[in-house]
């Protein structure tokens, strides 16, 4: 773990010939370790990006590299829905990448994790009775679980309410402190980029077109912190830009 980096170079992506292109021209590099939060108006292509960086689509034109390791790392994503499988427990939900490795020698230390994510006494729960942001949590432990050297949330907290939000924002800031992974983060939130992101990134246009280098904000200097106002001032701006276009006649 920790050896990772990534570069997208002039990546273009269209879902059919005479579709127009949702990523153009992008450049991306992301650096060992980073967490770089991605944000952009609905539409503008996050997700498109986060499956084509965990191998599940492939750009129309450019390339996506990993000049570090070489080979695609081991990645793992977790969705806005945790995704959950609802005859399994907890436990198992969590060793599931240990079950389906069979030649590999990982070993899932689910109670670890789940320790991690904040839930050690929920280990033999039965999923269907979580809460939402405790089903995420365990979303976050199973992908955590795949030992994974790049780590891909799509809008991962985008269905909580405000208090287990901000408590998930927690344990992902732990995580980042805590472990050597590279992440991409998807969010809506710019507060939460700000929280999570060493770098936070704007999508439009098909490509990155700004980026933020973020130097440890925490809860408390987030609401006065400069860059809140200037990453919401331009977020808005292209957010603007985009309805604006959308209604034109
Ligand atoms: N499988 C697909 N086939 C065709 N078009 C697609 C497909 N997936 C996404 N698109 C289109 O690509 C564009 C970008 O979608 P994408 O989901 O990547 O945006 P997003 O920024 O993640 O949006 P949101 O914030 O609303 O989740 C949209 O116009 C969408 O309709």
């Not at 920790?2 to 590099?29: F, I, Q, S």
């Not at 809008?155 to 732990?174: I, T, Y």
Request: one cysteine or more.
């Amino acid at each position: 773990m920790g050896t990772l980096t990534l570069r997208v170079a002039d990546g273009t992506k269209r879902y059919g010939p005479y579709e127009p292109a949702v990523l153009c021209g992008l450049d991306l590099a992301v650096g060992e370790g980073e967490w770089f939060a991605l944000i952009g108006p609905s539409g503008s292509g996050k997700s498109t990006l986060l499956r084509i960086l965990a191998g599940l689509d492939e750009l129309s034109d450019g390339q996506v590299m990993f000049p570090a390791t070489g080979a695609p790392p081991r990645a793992a994503t977790v969705f806005q829905q945790p995704l959950l499988l609802p005859w399994l427990d907890v436990r198992a939900n969590i060793t599931l990448a240990e079950r389906f490795r069979a030649n590999d020698d990982l070993v899932v230390d689910a109670d670890a994790l789940l320790a991690t994510v904040g839930l050690g006494e929920l280990i033999d729960a039965d999923v269907t009775r979580l809460s939402g942001g405790q089903a995420q949590r365990v979303a976050l432990a199973r992908a955590l679980a795949r030992r994974p050297e790049l780590l891909l949330l799509d809008e991962p907290l985008g269905a909580l309410d405000p208090a287990s939000r901000a408590d998930l924002q927690d344990h992902l800031r732990r995580v980042r402190r805590e472990t050597a992974l590279t992440a991409v983060f998807v969010t809506h939130d710019v507060d939460e980029a700000l929280l999570l992101g060493d770098r936070v990134g704007l999508l439009s246009g098909g490509a990155v077109a700004r980026t933020w280098d973020v130097e440890g904000i925490d809860r408390d200097g987030l609401r006065d912190h400069p860059l809140r106002d200037e990453v919401v001032a331009a977020y808005r701006e292209d957010t603007t830009a985009v309805s604006d276009a959308a209604e034109a006649p």
